[in-house]
C-alpha cells in the first residue's frame, strides 16, 4: 500500500481498510430511499461533446446491481445520469429501457425521469408541444413498468407564461398517469434554466403553487422531491402535504437530518450523493430502522463534508465528481464522461474528493483507489 500521496493539498496517507459493508442486505423498511445513479461512458467510443451519448451499457447497468445488491432503489434517467447535459432523450429512453429490464430480472426497485428534452432548445415551445412531450415519456415508463418521476421541465419553463400554465400542464399529466409519479421540483442551483420554475421567482409563491398541484391530485402523486439545498424549506412542505403523499429530500447538503425527521414527520431519499454513499447509506438507514437514530447520524454526517464538496457551485457538475469516485471505487475502468464532462472539476476538487472519500472509507480497494489517484495526478499536473 502506498503509504503518502502528494495531493495538492499536501501530502495525505491513504486508510489502509475499507468499511466492511457486504452485499446482499435487505432493503430498509422504515424509509424509502433511491440513488440517483450516473451513466458509464463508453471511452473508445469516437464522439465528440455535441454527439449522442456512446453508453457502456454493461458497466453502467452493473453499476445499478451494484445498488440493488445493497437494498437500494435506483432512480433512473436522473440529473446524475447527465439528462440535458450529454445524455439525450433518445439515450435516456435506451437507458430505462435497459434497466427496467435488469430491475425486473433482479426484482430491484426502480423509478425513471419522465421530461421534455426531446424538445429542442429553440424555438421556444408551445404548452401543447410541452404536454405532448411528457405523455411520449410518460408513455414509455408505464409500458416498461417502472414509476414514473415527473422532472422539472426547461421546455415548460419556457413556455408557461405564469402559476396557471404549470397547475394546467401537471394537472393534465397526472389525470393521465395510470399510477401515482413523484413530482420533482429541481432548483437553479442544478440547472439555471429552471429559474422561476412554477411561475415565480419568489419561492413563497413557487412553492404555494408546487402544493396547490399536489393538493388537487393527491390520488396520483406519491411524493415530491425536493432538490433545492434548502432545509427549512423543505421541511415546511412536508408539513403541508395531503396525508399519504411522501417527501423524497434530494438534498445533498442536509440529507441526515431531513431522512431523521423530528417529531412531525422525516423525508425519504432521492439523492445523487448516494450513488458514491450507497452501500454506507443503506446500511445507515437500516440502523434507523432499528430506532437508533443516534447511529444513524453517527453513520450519516460525518458524508456531509463529502457531499458539499462535490456539490458545490457550479453544482450542476456535481456529476463528475461522482464518476470520479466510481471509478476510483473500481466500478468502471476509466474517468470519462458522456460530454466531456470529466473536465468539468479541477485537479484539486478532485484530489479533495478522493481523500474525503477515503477517510470514509468508500473504497472497496484502498490499494487500487490510491493507484489511480497517482496515475491521475501523472498525467494531469505531475506529482510534487
Known amino acids: 500500500m502506498t503509504t503518502v500521496i502528494h495531493l495538492p493539498q499536501g501530502p495525505y496517507s491513504p486508510r489502509a481498510t475499507p468499511l466492511d459493508l457486504a452485499p446482499g442486505s435487505a432493503a430498509p423498511t422504515s424509509r424509502t430511499v433511491f440513488s440517483a445513479a450516473h451513466v458509464v461512458a463508453d471511452p473508445y467510443a469516437d464522439a465528440g461533446p455535441d454527439d449522442p451519448a456512446a453508453v457502456d451499457w454493461e458497466s453502467t447497468l452493473a453499476f445499478r446491481r451494484h445498488l440493488w445488491s445493497h437494498g437500494l432503489g435506483v432512480a433512473e434517467a436522473m440529473d446524475t445520469a447527465q439528462r440535458g447535459m450529454g445524455l439525450d432523450w433518445a439515450g435516456a429512453a435506451e437507458l430505462i429501457r435497459r434497466s427496467a429490464a435488469e430491475a425486473k430480472a433482479v426484482g430491484g426497485r426502480i423509478a425513471c425521469g419522465v421530461g421534455t428534452d426531446q424538445l429542442p432548445e429553440s424555438p421556444a415551445p408551445t404548452l401543447a408541444e410541452v404536454t405532448a412531450a411528457y405523455e411520449e415519456q410518460l408513455a414509455l415508463a408505464e409500458q416498461h413498468g417502472v414509476q414514473p418521476i415527473l422532472m422539472a421541465s426547461r421546455a415548460l419553463a419556457r413556455a408557461a407564461r405564469g402559476p396557471e400554465d404549470y397547475l394546467a400542464t401537471y394537472a393534465h399529466l397526472l389525470r393521465q398517469a395510470s399510477e401515482p409519479v413523484i413530482l420533482h421540483w429541481l432548483g437553479p442551483m442544478f440547472d439555471p434554466a429552471l429559474e422561476g420554475y412554477w411561475g415565480s421567482a419568489d419561492l413563497d409563491e413557487a412553492t404555494d403553487t408546487f402544493l396547490k398541484v399536489i393538493a388537487e391530485h393527491p390520488d396520483k402523486v406519491d411524493g415530491i422531491k425536493i432538490s433545492l439545498l434548502d432545509a427549512a424549506r423543505e421541511i415546511d412542505v412536508r408539513r403541508r402535504l395531503p396525508g399519504g403523499v411522501r417527501c ?112 470514509l472509507g468508500l473504497f472497496p480497494d484502498p490499494e487500487l483507489a490510491a493507484h489511480r489517484m497517482r496515475a491521475l495526478l501523472a498525467v494531469n499536473g505531475g506529482t510534487r
Open 248 to 359: 423524497y429530500t434530494g438534498d445533498d447538503f442536509n440529507y441526515p437530518e431531513l431522512i431523521a425527521g423530528d417529531e412531525r414527520g422525516f423525508s425519504h431519499a432521492l439523492l445523487g450523493i448516494f450513488d458514491p454513499l450507497g452501500p454506507l447509506a443503506a446500511h445507515a438507514v437500516r440502523v434507523l430502522d432499528t430506532g437508533d437514530t443516534e447511529g444513524f447520524r453517527a453513520l450519516l454526517d460525518p458524508t456531509v463534508e463529502l457531499s458539499r464538496h462535490l456539490f458545490r457551485r457550479p453544482t450542476r457538475f456535481y456529476k463528475t465528481g461522482v464518476v470520479f469516485l466510481a471509478w476510483l471505487a473500481g466500478h468502471q475502468d476509466h474517468f470519462t464522461m458522456v460530454g466531456g464532462l470529466q473536465s468539468a472539476r479541477s485537479l484539486p476538487h478532485l484530489s479533495k474528493a478522493y481523500e474525503l472519500a477515503d477517510r
